[in-house]
Nanobody, 120 residues
Framework: QVHLVESGGGLVQAGGSLRLSCAAS????????TAWFRQAPKKERQFVAAITWSGGRTNYTDSVEGRFTISRDNGKNTVFLQMDSLKPEDTAVYYCAAKENLASPGYDYWGQGTQVTVSS
């Protein structure tokens, strides 16, 4: 079992930056493929970025490529999402998710989410 807790959300003006953190407890987090998702009001949950357990490979949705950076510190059991050049359309609840099997279509563990609001 892995317990995920997100933090770092808040209100920021367009063009600003935020850094989200996802702190994990429980089983060895360093062996988990970890991702960030987001869900805006009245919209479906959307994939944002993902990182392999070693941090050697990352993947981003097109709309955040070049603005967001996912990273991890396995020694601290934490995954980060650095968000720069934020836009109002980035406003959403951001969720951290983890899975042990990279080939699995779904994620095994989810955090409770952290709100990000970008004002124009």
């Amino acid at each position: 079992q892995v317990h995920l807790v997100e933090s770092g959300g808040g209100l920021v003006q367009a063009g600003g930056s935020l850094r989200l953190s996802c702190a994990a407890s429980g089983r060895t987090f360093s062996r988990y493929y970890t991702a960030w998702f987001r869900q805006a009001p009245k919209k479906e949950r959307q994939f944002v970025a993902a990182i392999t357990w070693s941090g050697g490979r990352t993947n981003y949705t097109d709309s955040v490529e070049g603005r967001f950076t996912i990273s991890r510190d396995n020694g601290k059991n934490t995954v980060f999402l650095q968000m720069d050049s934020l836009k109002p359309e980035d406003t959403a609840v951001y969720y951290c998710a983890a899975k042990e099997n990279l080939a699995s279509p779904g994620y095994d563990y989810w955090g409770q989410g952290t709100q990000v609001t970008v004002s124009s």
